[in-house]
């Protein structure tokens, strides 16, 4: 069992829609959790971290953490085209040091 | 602020070749981390540091992985014998504390 999944395909959503992104994770003693933005071609992006159960919010960004059900979201309000980029979310598992596990990434298409 | 800055940007090498990859962490972070990140994978954890202590190497994927921080600030990420799984994109990050920032990385490709 992967540490983290990202099993949804690429996303198209269309500008100024609602984009959702979900991740699972398999440490059930992980407290800490991030959602970074990768564009093609560059380094990943912190955008959101949240280390308590229920949701914080960011501007556009919310992120949702849910420890009972081991799952973390992002939701993207208003979606532009220049959130059109890859979403990875990543865990800090238990005794890890703080290493991040990552999931594969989702991919947003934001159509204008 | 300055960021995390990684050296070379892009590096060819021919099999059997040995690279050495560098990253300079934002300044006054004590956590350094090394990821490799394959084509549309996320990054695989290497190694991480606290200051010039190298507390885990347990993702290094075999002993011609090998890496420094001897002053506690710029590290050396050193592929022996390079392989041409070893392509891929080999990140660094820095943090203060829980949150890690990443440098641009730097893109392996051997030949």
């Known amino acids: 069992q992967k540490e983290v999944e990202q099993n949804s395909g690429p996303l198209s959503v269309p500008e100024g829609a609602i984009a959702s992104l979900n991740c699972t994770y398999s440490?059930?003693?992980?407290?800490?959790f991030f959602w970074y933005r990768q564009y093609s071609g560059k380094s990943p992006e912190l955008i959101m971290f949240i280390y308590s159960n229920g949701d914080k919010e960011d501007g556009r960004f919310t992120a949702q953490l849910n420890k009972a059900s081991q799952y973390v979201s992002l939701l993207i309000r208003d979606s532009q085209p220049s959130d059109s980029a890859t979403y990875l979310c990543a865990v800090s598992p238990t005794g890890g040091n703080n290493r991040l596990a990552f999931g594969k990434g989702n991919q947003v298409v934001v159509i204008p | 602020g300055a960021g995390v800055s990684q050296s070379p940007r892009y590096k060819v090498a021919k099999r059997g070749q040995d690279v050495a990859l560098r990253c300079d962490p934002i300044?006054?972070?004590?956590?350094l981390f090394w990821y490799q990140q394959a084509l549309g994978q996320g990054p695989e954890f290497l190694t991480y540091?606290?200051?010039?202590?190298?507390?885990?190497k347990s993702g290094l994927p075999s002993d011609r992985f090998f890496a420094e921080r001897p002053e506690g600030s710029v590290s050396t990420l050193k592929i022996q014998r390079t392989q041409q799984e070893d392509s891929a994109v080999y990140l660094c990050?820095?943090?203060?504390?829980?949150?890690?920032?990443f440098g641009p990385g730097t893109r392996l490709t051997v030949l």
């Open positions: 440490d059930r003693g992980s407290q800490s």
């Open positions: 990050a820095s943090s203060p504390s829980n949150e890690q920032f």
């Open positions: 300044s006054g972070h004590v956590s």
């Open positions: 540091f606290q200051n010039e202590a190298q507390l885990d």
